[in-house]
């Protein structure tokens, strides 16, 4: 046993994986051969993650998250209860597609709430922000705010997980932080 993490003694971890100092796992996870956790992680109860799935430093796992082959994590991600990842497009018991994954990527500190499902092959982008019970079946741009099935964009949201309203000039500042962000060509980037 390694120290430098913790794991719940129902949890199991298959040697050949690599977990960062500080990363908790809680009951009832399966961590598989070959991940890639990183540091100060939180891996909630009945958490699955598959072999080559890699997550960036103090992501959050919610209860009841899948995490397939093919999806990477960045840092300060959170996955919230129940969210659901898939890997293969055409899933057919009777035909093995192994070998045929699509990979999803979540951005830098992005959000998916409870009940999410992200079809896989669409990134979702740094900071952005997918509502309880949406569907995902596109990628989604940096600080995007995506709710509905399917889901549909209806606005901006900052680092600090604020909804970003923009003046004439498409500027916008999070009231927390008072940092500031620029809307252009379609496009949010955070300005100061």
């Known amino acids: 046993m390694n120290n430098s993490y913790f794991v719940h003694p129902s949890a199991i971890v298959d040697e050949g994986c690599n977990i960062g100092s500080g990363t908790k796992i809680w009951h009832f996870s399966h961590i ?12 909630g109860q009945n958490v699955v993650i598959s072999p080559e799935v ?22 300060d991600v959170f996955l919230g209860p129940s969210c659901v990842f898939t ?4 899933p057919r018991s ?19 709430g409870a009940n999410a499902t ?5 990134d979702i982008g740094e900071f952005a922000f997918i509502g309880a019970g949406a569907v995902v079946t596109k990628n989604v741009p940096p600080y995007a705010l995506l709710v509905g099935n399917p889901a549909k964009q209806i606005g901006w ?36």
């Not at 992200?118 to 669409?122: D, L, M, W």
């Open 54 to 75: 890699v997550l960036g430093r103090n992501v959050k796992i919610q209860n009841n998250v899948s995490l397939y082959t093919g999806v990477t994590c960045g840092d």
């Open 32 to 43: 598989m051969t070959g991940c890639v956790i990183g540091e100060n992680c939180n891996i």
């Open 87 to 90: 890997n293969v497009t055409n």
């Open 157 to 192: 949201m900052s680092e600090f997980g604020h909804r970003l309203t923009f003046d004439k000039d498409g500027i916008a500042v999070c009231p927390e932080s008072k940092q500031k962000y620029k809307l252009e060509n379609g496009a949010v980037t955070k300005i100061g």
């Open 94 to 112: 009777a035909v093995n597609r192994r070998g045929q994954y699509s990979k999803t990527h979540v951005g830098n500190g992005a959000s998916i």
């Open 118 to 122: 992200i079809v896989c092959g669409h």
